[in-house]
């Protein structure tokens, strides 16, 4: 994948990052996990991941759309900004400044995508923003973030709270 179309994937990328957040499919609500005792121990961080995953769908939805109502977009770019805040707020020290980085790198993205009306292409065109998301320091940021979610907050993984 080229560089630009790496950065113009990177919001449906930052939900892949959080999918490791998430309990089990649809599928599988039907059938019950013999191997499952109780729930996972409720993790701050790994909730509102979450949560920024179900914040992001809905915009990964209206780019797909093509023109995107300007209310509408402002109104699901503003949840996803919330809900990224929570990411930083809930975030384990250890990986705070990465959680912040990663968001910083979500916000400059919904930056342009507001200013082009909803337009994806808009930031594969801006070659600043490619450049710095792909500078080590937010791609490493991104990485150790998504490691995180996949050991701490995937079902069944031991909670972090202390």
Do not use: H
């Amino acid at each position: 994948m080229s560089r630009a179309g790496a950065s113009a994937a990177l919001v449906v990328t930052l939900g892949g990052v959080l999918l490791g957040c998430g309990g089990r499919s649809v599928a599988d609500s039907d059938a019950p996990d013999p191997t499952r005792r109780s729930a996972a121990p409720a993790n701050p961080f790994c909730a509102a991941a979450q949560a920024n995953l179900k914040a992001i769908r809905p915009l990964n939805g209206l780019m797909a759309q093509g023109q995107v109502p300007r209310d509408e977009l402002t109104d699901t770019v503003a949840a996803v900004r919330r809900a990224g805040q929570d990411m930083v707020f809930a975030a384990p020290a250890d990986i705070r400044a990465d959680v912040e980085r990663t968001v910083q790198a979500l916000e400059l993205q919904l930056d342009v995508l507001v200013a082009n009306g909803g337009d994806q292409t808009a930031l594969s065109r801006d070659t600043e923003l490619v450049n710095r998301l792909n500078s080590p320091e937010f791609a490493g940021a991104g990485e150790r973030v998504r490691a995180y979610v996949e050991r701490n907050c995937a079902t069944g993984a031991p909670s972090t709270r202390r």
